[in-house]
């Protein structure tokens, strides 16, 4: 029996755990044909939290490996979550004892990461972000570059025309916005968005075999991106540090995860806990 997926999937992990739908992204991607078959699914799940976890990773043979990440909130600090991934990754694929003996070269995949932003911030359609950015001065002894794509719907969109699978990811969360631009309630606009794919051929065997889980997703997705909005705004006059402490006690009294509130306050898991003690609250 198939797995139920969890609702806190976003809907670009869900419909990219594909080995076919990855084949086709990583070509409109690099130009570079893949066979499915090639392919090893090798995501994070809970590296650093049980809800903080990579969207996508996979293999082609033992020739690269592929971090894919989905962020509807623009984040340059992207390199430096990639470096922790990827560590994780071969960490998981080497041995660490033949790392101390081996006196031959371990071959190992080359990596590449990519970024597919859609949020409200105006990016270009494409951009590096590089690690070296965020050092404290220059140095020529590590380097990470993340390849970032925008794929908020356009017609002029290189990548979206060339890859069927993520236009027609870009094209369901445009219709979502479309709908709460109209007025509707989130839950109406979502599904809406579900049936005008379905009538369009937009993925249109996807949605009508997911359905309660896209619902499901995508409600969820959102509802945790207005939490952390309204959160924000209401610490915003507060004293930076205030602030932080005051979106970390509303984002834990809406049951947001660890991992979230963690991203959104910059504070310790230490004085996370500490705050959801002082307030009775679970943690």
């Not at 962020?71 to 041995?95: E, G, T, V």
């Not at 896209?214 to 540090?241: H, I, S, T």
């Not at 984002?251 to 230490?270: A, F, M, R, V």
Request: proline residues 3%; glycine residues 4%.
């Amino acid at each position: 029996m198939k797995p139920k997926r969890s609702y806190k999937d976003s809907l670009f992990r869900h419909i990219f755990n594909d080995k076919r739908r990855l084949a086709s992204l990583y070509t409109a991607l690099t130009g570079r044909s893949v066979a499915p078959k090639d392919i090893t699914i090798t995501t994070l799940r809970g590296v650093f939290f049980n809800d903080i976890k990579n969207d996508i990773s996979f293999r082609i043979g033992d020739r690269d490996i592929i971090l894919m990440e989905h962020q509807s909130s623009w984040n340059p600090n992207m390199p430096l979550r990639m470096l922790w991934y990827i560590a994780k990754l071969y960490s998981r694929q080497l041995d660490s004892r033949e790392l101390v003996y081996r006196s031959r070269l371990i071959p190992i995949p080359a990596p590449e990461f990519y970024v597919f932003y859609n949020g409200s911030h105006d990016e270009p359609d494409y951009q590096e972000l590089h690690l070296s950015s965020a050092f404290s001065h220059a140095t020529n002894s590590l380097e990470l570059v993340v390849n970032c794509y925008n794929i908020n719907y356009s017609t002029q969109n290189r990548l979206l025309d060339s890859c069927y699978e993520l236009r027609c990811c870009s094209i369901f969360v445009q219709k979502v916005r479309d709908g709460l631009r109209d007025g509707l309630e989130l839950k109406i606009a979502i599904r809406q968005a579900i049936t005008y794919c379905k009538t369009h051929d937009i993925l249109a065997d996807y949605f009508q075999k997911n359905e309660s889980e896209v619902f499901d997703m995508v409600n969820f997705k959102w509802d945790q991106k207005r939490a952390l909005e309204v959160a924000k705004e209401d610490g915003f006059a507060d004293g930076e540090r205030k602030a932080s402490m005051k979106i970390a006690l509303s984002l834990l009294k809406k049951g947001l995860p660890i991992g979230i509130i963690t991203d959104s306050t910059n504070l310790s898991l230490e004085e996370i806990r500490k705050i959801a003690k002082d307030n009775g609250l679970a943690f």
